[in-house]
């Protein structure tokens, strides 16, 4: 298959196509592994998910309890 056919097939770009297919020519298939966001050292960087306190959750979901209460009696 072609560049473009893979493309189309994907519905993506063929100059995506292209890139993946030299990073793995370059590096192999941890050429293709996802790269977005990950730390270069262990433990380093924001953490992915943010911890919400008792408190605050608390009152989020009470006002979520609310607003489904409110869009019921509509």
Request: charged fraction near 45%; glycine fraction near 8%; hydrophobic fraction near 30%.
């Amino acid at each position: 298959m072609g560049y473009k056919t893979v493309a189309k097939e994907l519905g993506i770009n063929e100059s995506m196509v292209r890139r993946w297919v030299k990073r793995y020519e370059q590096e192999g298939i941890q050429g293709l592994e996802e790269k977005r966001g990950k730390a270069k050292r262990p433990n380093k960087g924001r953490p992915r998910t943010r911890l919400e306190d008792p408190e605050t959750k608390i009152k989020r979901l009470e006002a979520e309890i609310e607003m489904l209460k409110k869009l019921l009696k509509m």
